[in-house]
């Protein structure tokens, strides 16, 4: 039989292999990294503000990262099951200090607050298109990127295919050189704006706001209106206080590999002609086709191929090395080609602007923001892509520079 004291020694033997256990397992394996695991400091906490159509498509844009979902936020009453993780107020996804990274699925009349105070809080944002409502919320999403040091990408990726082609990579070329002036390049892009699928409804009547809706908050930054159910989900795209129509809604895409191509990242267009039918002041609706000339002659077209008549002014005529003289044509060989694209991951982890940065994705938007602009006021318009501002014409410089309603503000 064991003596007490040999009990105490076997005891305190115990207790001390149960303590040198516990310090070695107190370093789970997760926490080591290694093939399969990621160490906490590489893992990313995500949120997704807006969880409508677009939402779960937006969010899984960020997978290169590999973000874990921490938090959804909607308008919409989502699961309250857990509400650690849904809210209605984005306000309260970017008070958490665990979110790294926001995508935005919202309607855009809320893109430009929410994508500034996401950077603002130190979060790097990926936003679906098109990137604003207005000119100026652009210009402010830029400058928000650079004074918080954060990553933005725009929701689309069509400069990423451009970037590719080696006779988009010279025109490119040939185009930052400056050599080229007068430019008689023109870009015609004919269809694909979903102009009427995305019209508003006139004189709509009014009908009760669901009981999971804050319709206040879903207004936001626009002017309060009475509830429709067209003016919610897809089809807010149909009205001016959300969106811009058809235009808005595809333009991003479509004219984000124009601006790559033809090196229009840092400018914009001084004159806008459009032709088509008066605009409502509401709902967006019919156009034909709209010409939009750079200040180095470089003319870009957007025919909606909706409308009855079409675009015949000019015909379509791509840059070319010929049209440069021989030493200028040596000088444009001898450029380097351009830098790789980031895409939003690779931008996040070496802090380096992404391919759809705020200033290109604004650049980009201004094209069909200013063709919307001319739509809406039914006359050419000039353009100081320096000042950003219309010239001359201040009717077309209140949609350059909207008002919002109290408390929100840019």
């Given at each position: 039989?064991?003596?007490?004291?040999?009990?105490?020694?076997?005891?305190?033997?115990?207790?001390?292999?149960?303590?040198?256990?516990?310090?070695?397992?107190?370093?789970?394996?997760?926490?080591?990294?290694?093939?399969?695991?990621?160490?906490?400091?590489?893992?990313?906490?995500?949120?997704?503000?807006?969880?409508?159509?677009?939402?779960?498509?937006?969010?899984?844009?960020?997978?290169?990262?590999?973000?874990?979902?921490?938090?959804?936020?909607?308008?919409?009453?989502?699961?309250?099951?857990?509400?650690?993780?849904?809210?209605?107020?984005?306000?309260?996804?970017?008070?958490?200090?665990?979110?790294?990274?926001?995508?935005?699925?919202?309607?855009p009349?809320?893109?430009?607050?929410?994508?500034?105070?996401?950077?603002?809080?130190?979060?790097?944002?990926?936003?679906?298109?098109?990137?604003?409502?207005?000119?100026?919320?652009?210009?402010?999403?830029?400058?928000?990127?650079?004074?918080?040091?954060?990553?933005?990408?725009?929701?689309?990726?069509?400069?990423?295919?451009?970037?590719?082609?080696?006779?988009?990579?010279?025109?490119?070329?040939?185009?930052?050189?400056g050599?080229?002036?007068?430019?008689e390049?023109?870009?015609?892009?004919?269809?694909?704006?979903?102009?009427?699928?995305?019209?508003?409804?006139?004189?709509?009547?009014?009908?009760?706001?669901?009981?999971?809706?804050?319709?206040?908050?879903?207004?936001?930054?626009?002017?309060?209106?009475?509830?429709?159910?067209?003016?919610?989900g897809g089809?807010?795209?149909?009205?001016?206080?959300?969106?811009g129509?058809?235009?808005?809604?595809?333009?991003?895409?479509?004219?984000?590999?124009?601006?790559?191509?033809?090196?229009?990242?840092?400018?914009?267009?001084?004159?806008?002609?459009?032709?088509?039918?008066?605009?409502?002041?509401?709902?967006?609706?019919?156009?034909?086709?709209?010409?939009?000339?750079?200040?180095?002659?470089?003319?870009?077209?957007?025919?909606?191929?909706?409308?009855?008549?079409r675009?015949?002014r000019?015909?379509?005529?791509?840059?070319?090395?010929?049209?440069?003289?021989?030493?200028?044509?040596?000088?444009?060989?001898?450029?380097?080609?351009?830098?790789?694209?980031?895409?939003?991951?690779?931008?996040?982890?070496?802090?380096?602007?992404?391919?759809?940065?705020?200033?290109?994705?604004?650049?980009?938007?201004?094209?069909?923001?200013l063709?919307?602009?001319?739509?809406?006021?039914?006359?050419?318009?000039?353009?100081?892509?320096?000042?950003?501002?219309?010239?001359?014409?201040?009717?077309?410089?209140?949609?350059?520079?909207?008002?919002?309603?109290?408390?929100?503000?840019?």
């Open positions: 039989m064991a003596t007490r004291k040999q009990r105490m020694t076997r005891r305190r033997f115990l207790k001390g292999s149960i303590a040198a256990a516990a310090t070695v397992m107190i370093v789970p394996r997760h926490v080591l990294g290694g093939p399969g695991q990621t160490p906490p400091s590489e893992t990313v906490g995500g949120a997704l503000i807006g969880c409508g159509g677009r939402g779960e498509g937006t969010f899984g844009e960020m997978r290169d990262l590999n973000p874990k979902r921490l938090a959804s936020c909607d308008v919409r009453w989502l699961d309250r099951a857990d509400q650690k993780t849904t809210y209605t107020d984005f306000r309260r996804v970017l008070d958490r200090k665990d979110i790294d990274v926001v995508a935005i699925a919202t309607p009349h809320w893109h430009a607050l929410i994508s500034i105070a996401a950077m603002e809080a130190g979060k790097d944002v990926l936003c679906e298109k098109p990137m604003t409502r207005f000119i100026a919320e652009g210009r402010a999403v830029a400058e928000a990127e650079r004074r918080y040091g954060r990553i933005f990408q725009v929701g689309t990726f069509g400069r990423f295919g451009a970037s590719h082609g080696k006779e988009n990579v010279l025109t490119r070329k040939i185009m930052k050189s050599l080229l002036v007068p430019c390049g023109v870009a015609i892009l004919r269809g694909g704006f979903k102009v009427k699928e995305w019209s508003g409804l006139v004189n709509a009547k009014p009908e009760p706001v669901p009981r999971n809706l804050d319709w206040d908050m879903y207004q936001g930054p626009s002017p309060m209106r009475p509830y429709h159910p067209h003016r919610f089809t807010h795209r149909g009205y001016w206080d959300y969106e129509g058809g235009l808005a809604d595809m333009g991003q895409h479509h004219l984000d590999p124009v601006t790559w191509i033809y090196g229009k990242d840092d400018t914009a267009p001084v004159e806008v002609e459009p032709h088509g039918p008066p605009a409502h002041p509401d709902a967006c609706g019919m156009w034909g086709w709209v010409e939009l000339k750079y200040s180095d002659g470089f003319t870009l077209v957007l025919d909606s191929g909706e409308w009855g008549e675009y015949n000019k015909q379509e005529r791509r840059v070319r090395l010929e049209d440069l003289g021989q030493e200028d044509r040596k000088k444009v060989l001898a450029m380097p080609d351009p830098e790789p694209l980031l895409s939003f991951a690779q931008a996040v982890r070496a802090r380096k602007p992404a391919g759809g940065n705020a200033e290109a994705a604004h650049r980009t938007a201004t094209i069909f923001h063709a919307n602009v001319a739509i809406r006021v039914g006359r050419k318009i000039r353009f100081d892509p320096v000042k950003e501002e219309v010239v001359g014409d201040e009717e077309a410089n209140r949609l350059v520079s909207q008002p919002m309603r109290a408390p929100w503000h840019l």
